[in-house]
């Protein structure tokens, strides 16, 4: 029902900025409680890097902080993810995610994007 679709993503040199972009749609209405953003790098495992709820404000890895920045529109259910000062070791798909709460329906579910490929090399 609810589909996430994320931009953003490309080829840039150490030291230069990208900015991702997820937007989450449906047929029918929901809200998302938690929005954000995994990356799974080959042959590693998939790790957070940033999420962001109205509660809670923002989460990220430690090995991000300073560098990346996410930002949410809550009116228009997208979450963006500012990434500047990239290192090779950011390279890996990042995957948009959102906790979904249905309207209608009381049990809330993880939504997953199809990741978009960040590649930092020289």
């Known amino acids: 029902q609810v589909q996430l679709v994320e931009s953003g993503g490309g080829l840039v040199q150490p030291g230069g900025s990208l900015r991702l972009s997820c937007a989450a749609s449906g047929r029918s209405m929901f809200s998302i409680n938690t929005m954000g953003w995994y990356r799974q790098a080959p042959g590693k495992e998939r790790e957070l890097v940033a999420s962001?709820?109205?509660?809670?404000?923002?989460n990220y890895a430690d090995s991000v902080k300073g560098r990346f920045t996410i930002s949410r529109d809550y009116a228009k259910n997208t979450v963006d993810l500012q990434m500047n000062s990239l290192k090779p070791e950011d390279t890996a798909v990042y995957y948009c995610?959102?906790?979904?709460?249905?309207?209608?329906?009381?049990?809330?579910?993880?939504?997953w994007g199809q990741g978009t490929q960040v590649t930092v090399s020289s």
């Open positions: 995610y959102a906790d979904i709460r249905p309207f209608y329906s009381g049990s809330d579910y993880l939504k």
């Open positions: 962001r709820s109205s509660r809670l404000g923002a």
